[in-house]
Nanobody, 126 residues
């Protein structure tokens, strides 16, 4: 599956953004999907993940209750709704996929994911 992330931009603290990840191919629904982010000088870190059917979601503590991950398998699309944004959310955001059930691996580990989008920049000003 090929992934393309979009929707990043510049927003003031407290604002919202919605990231999208468009997937090509006919197997999107068989992939557990995740969002990761990487700030300058830091390692890429887990943000959120969603099971193949969207019945289970996982969040990093730093974004829980502010971000929401969702997907529409009929549209081959993954989203990340980001509310109450903080300057520390500034990073390059990546969508990622793994052709496996979320119960079979650690969805928070970036090395588990075989497919990656190109990243979209999110900048939150204070």
């Amino acid at each position: 599956v090929q992934l393309q992330a979009s929707g990043g931009g510049l927003v003031q603290a407290g604002g919202s953004l919605r990231l999208s990840c468009a997937a090509s191919g006919r197997t999107f629904g068989s992939h557990t999907m995740g969002w990761f982010r990487q700030a300058p000088g830091k390692e890429r870190e887990f943000v959120a993940a969603i099971s193949r059917r969207g019945t289970a979601t996982y969040y990093a503590d730093s974004v829980k209750d502010r971000f929401t991950i969702s997907r529409d398998n009929a549209k081959n699309t993954l989203w990340l709704q980001m509310n109450s944004l903080k300057p520390e959310d500034t990073a390059l955001y990546y969508c990622a996929g793994k052709n496996d059930d979320a119960a079979n691996f650690n969805v928070r580990r970036r090395n588990e994911y075989a497919y990656w989008g190109q990243g979209t920049q999110v900048t939150v000003s204070s």
